[in-house]
């Protein structure tokens, strides 16, 4: 059957997961990301289930997108320290 990983959103064999990442839904190979790097992409995660569980006006929504990418164009030039 397998488990699905929240992370990289996929479908994975059972042996993937160690007994904490079956409750948390994170394969052991996403277990392994540095942990801001995870938290990066479970935050971005719970802002989309958000948007996709409420009621949002599509405007709002928009402005929320701009505002996640505004946020990783921040990120990408303090990576690039340009
Ligand atoms: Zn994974």
Do not use: W
Not at 2 to 26: L, T
């Amino acid at each position: 059957m397998g488990h699905y990983c929240r992370i990289c959103g996929r479908h994975r064999p059972n042996e993937k997961f160690s007994g904490k990442g079956y409750n948390i839904h994170v394969c052991k190979e996403c277990m392994r990301l540095p942990k801001d790097k995870r938290q990066f992409i479970e935050e971005r995660e719970e802002i989309e289930g958000f948007l996709s569980q409420s009621n949002i006006l599509t405007r709002s929504h928009y402005a929320l997108e701009s505002l996640c990418f505004t946020i990783m164009d921040d990120y990408s030039q303090y990576q690039g320290g340009e």
